[in-house]
């Protein structure tokens, strides 16, 4: 609810206020402090009417805009004149200038037309005033135009034709009120005269009634109000009450008391979409509820001397007459109220009057009325309208009867203070006491009869509950025990009422009390401050007819059902305008709770007050870090900006304090959080991530309102939190260990490079030797052959033989300065040593050299002096040998995939009689250059990578003898190019 004063505009959410200021050298601001009329456009923006022009507020995002227009030609300068209303008609606003023309101005163009009010007054002749005229007030009609108070009556404005037209010629000063009722089709209209003037549309007629005090004053209102067609107008010293026929029904004076109207000059009423009427004074604000009905308010003489302490029962409701009666025991009067009409009148006294004479009321019969007095009952016969009295002996002649009850059999039972408890038998007129353990130092507070147990409950304030059984005559004392939550908590009870089932007790300091009446057991359900009762001294109890129970206590009047469940409590946070309920309630057919308040009697519907209407819950503010002031639609910030607080406020102005609040931090809270009463809440050092922020209201009758608000809000994480600070810091974390395993890896390589390097080097020098150790042993068994030539002068063959001898040298010679040779050349070396071979053996065998095709002789490279020792091995161990003639030596050279076969085969003796013939040999020669060669493998196997491989197979005919030797030497395939690459 948004209130204009003359020193700012406020915000009220029904508990805080809100004030808005003109700031100093500060565009966006409050254009004036003194507010004359505030009204709020389609999109839920304020527009400000004041001193100095108009402003507009949007309350969401917080934003102020100072409406500025200017015209030269008709003289208006918006931000500098005094507005007195302003009415919001979509994308316009109709503003009404203090003796200016009419100004319709366009929120979106920025751009205003006109209508001449003065000249229309001159056209028409219509000045009552020759000096000032002006526009007061602005009021739609629901159609196409606006109602008009102006200086010179009620005025209706076309906003078609921009045609002005006088409804009621009336001389006018400052408007006190203007209300258009389109229901009845009436203009309601009052001035500072203190007239109010009623214009019938459809009849165009104007009536006009005199606001006199005089008149007034017999129109009593009571508190609160409920017709939805009577409304409240200003009125000398206070408001009148007046309905849509125009009658003042009612008049309320301005003064001091409290929950009444506030004194002062009445500047304004509202009457909002709830039914409440504000007050608006030079005092302050009041506040009239319809919820908040009266049935009956009847105030009694502030003289009365009354005596809360024990007055306990002290109203009763003759239904037969429809009239209460209230009774003050210290000043001895009983009244009577009737309940329509409120009209209250004295019992007559009889004469055994007597000082605590109307102590408590008791009435079993809609005919009888037992008043308690002391000492003495007194008996009043309502339909004959008189009295007896019944007396009572000593103990009891000087003791006050509290409380009293009557059995199926006649007896009045009557519990008394300090004097225990006494039976009085009517009949008989006999007197006694049931049970002596109720002594004189026990006060009885309440008393119960139950037909159906037959028994008598007796609440006591020393020695707790007790259950006084009518057929056997026993006393079963209820014990109390305060760590026993199945047992009364209190030996204090103040009070006891019945429903169909349970037995309510009100007790001192332990709350409200419940146990089952038929149960053999007696058992009790406490309720008390855990339970949210407000008070744990309850005073009265009573049950009503719909089941609910109610109880009074200091703090408010509490309400639950049946079954213990606490539906409300009625005290000032819940918009009642009591508190303390501590005298006795009576529960009537009609629903209505009634009971005594400060020397006034109130009787009121509380389902009126616990059905209130769904009314939106707001977040109103959203601070962050304590300073920032957010916008709802702000909803990001840095990590650094965690700590926000939430003002939130269900828009109850009837019940405020009543309101529950809970809430929920979507993010960070799993459950619903309780709050009470308080309209905030505060998170701090929140972490950074997505949250809603949740917060619902439980009403005064105990229910949710269905309705959240909600505010969603992200926090980003500090930038070493960040996405992309950790995917940067992963890729550095990755290449710094990339580097390192790189570096590790190239400190490796280099280790194993220097490694291998230096293994190379020994294995080629180690290949050099084994080459160095090859050639001096091919040498030594070439000269040989040269030496038997020349030892048998044969010049000829040891010259050739010295030929061939010295170009395979070259060859050798040349090929062992490589690691690597081409085929032709291992070829060439081969066929010249076999030749020589030949020679040197007088041709003893014929040899083969087979060259697939495939195979490229020149590109093909092998290593040096390979083939060679197989061959002499054949030669020598195999064909040497042979007795037979046909001896043949066969070399094959094939090639498969990217591998290079060597096969050297001969039809030799086999190696199972060579190795005999050499372990007879004398000379017992080693055979260097097969060992030679394998070691040569095993290291060209270790510097390449080649898997040279040689198998070596024995030859055999069908019937097992060796028919020679097969070697098959397996090399990779390699052509020059890819080699030296």
Known sequence: ?????????????????????????????????????????????????????????????????????????????????????????????????????????????KKALYYDFKKFLRTNKIEFTALYHSIFKILPDGKNGLWLATTEGIVYFDKNTGAFTLMAGIALDEITFFNYNDAVQKIYCADEKNILYIFDIAEKRLNSISLNIAAMRNKKLRPYFEASNDFFIPAPGGIALTNDKGNITAYLQGSEKA????????????????????????????????????????SFPKSLLFDRE??????????????????????????????????????????????????????PHPDTLFILCKGSLLIYLLKEKRWKKVSLPTPWKEATITCMAIDRAGNYWLGTRRKGLVVYNPTSKKTWSPYSDLSEANIIHALQYDAIGNCIWI?????????????????????????NT???????????????????????????????RFGKETSALNYDFTKGLPDANVMSVSAGVNGDVYFGTSKGL?????????????????????????????????????????????????????????????????????????????????????????????????????????????????????NGNMHSVRFSNLPSGKYIFNVKAKKVNGE??????????????????TWWFATIAALLLIACILFFIQQRIRAVRKQEKVKRDYEKKIAETEMQALRAQMNPHFMFNSLNSINNFILKNDAENASGYLAKFSRLMRLILDNSRSEWIPLENELKALELYIELETVRFDNAFTYKINIAPAINIQKAMVPPMIIQPYVENAIWHGLMHKKNPGASLEVNLTKESNHLFIEIKDNGIGRKEAALLKSKSATRQKPHGMKITAQRMDMVNKLYDINATTVITDLQDTEGNATGTRILFTLEYKLYDSHNS
């Open 1 to 109: 609810m948004w209130v204009g004063t003359e020193n700012g505009l406020n915000r009220f959410d029904g508990v805080n206020f809100k004030i808005y200021k003109p700031i100093p050298d500060k565009k966006k601001t409050l254009s004036h402090s003194f507010i004359t009329a505030i009204a709020q456009n389609d999109d839920g923006d304020i527009i400000a009417a004041t001193k100095k022009g108009v402003t507009r507020i949007n309350a969401a995002n917080g934003f102020t805009e100072v409406i500025n227009y200017e015209d030269t030609l008709s003289k208006i300068n918006l931000a500098a004149e005094s507005v007195w209303d302003v009415y919001p008609d979509a994308e316009k606003l109709w503003i009404a200038i203090d003796a200016k023309p009419l100004l319709c101005y366009n929120t979106k163009t």
């Open 259 to 298: 929950n009444g109207l506030l004194p002062g000059k009445i500047n304004t009423i509202y009457k909002d979409h709830d039914g409440i009427s504000w007050v608006g004074t030079d005092k302050g604000i009041s506040q009239f509820v319809p919820q908040l009905n009266a049935t009956l308010y009847v």
């Open 310 to 363: 024990f007055s306990l029962k002290n109203i009763f409701f003759n239904a037969e007459g429809n009239e209460w009666l209230v009774a003050s025991c210290l000043d001895n009067k009983i009244w009577t109220v009737n309940n329509s009409t409120a009209a209250i009148a004295e019992l007559p006294k009889p004469v055994m009057y007597k000082k605590y004479t109307c102590y408590a009321f008791f009435s």
């Open 459 to 483: 609440g006591t304030y020393s020695t707790g509950l007790h259950r006084y059984n009518l057929k056997d005559s026993s006393l079963q004392y209820i014990k109390s025990n305060e760590k």
């Open 486 to 516: 199945a047992a009364f908590q209190t030996s204090l009870i103040n009070d006891i009422a019945a429903d169909g089932k349970n037995l309510w007790v009100g007790t001192v300091e332990s709350g409200l009390a419940k146990c089952n």
């Open 558 to 674: 509490g309400i639950t059902d049946a079954a213990g469940n606490l539906k409300t409590v009625l005290n000032k946070n819940a918009g009642f305008p009591f508190a303390e309920f501590k005298q006795s309630l009576v529960c009537t057919p009609d629903g209505n709770i009634t009971t005594v308040y400060d020397n006034e009697l109130l009787s009121f519907d509380p389902a009126k007050l616990l059905n209130q209407n769904n009314t939106p819950i707001i977040i109103d503010e959203i601070i962050v870090n304590d300073s920032i002031i957010v916008s709802p639609n702000q909803n990001s910030f840095k990590a650094t900006q965690n700590n926000i607080s939430f003002t939130y406020a269900y828009l109850n102005f009837i019940a405020p304090g009543a309101i529950v609040y809970f809430y929920q931090l979507e993010g960070f809270d799993k459950n619903w959080i309780p």
């Open 704 to 721: 949710f309102d269905g309705i959240i608000a909600k505010w969603t809000f992200t926090i980003h994480p500090p930038f070493w939190k």
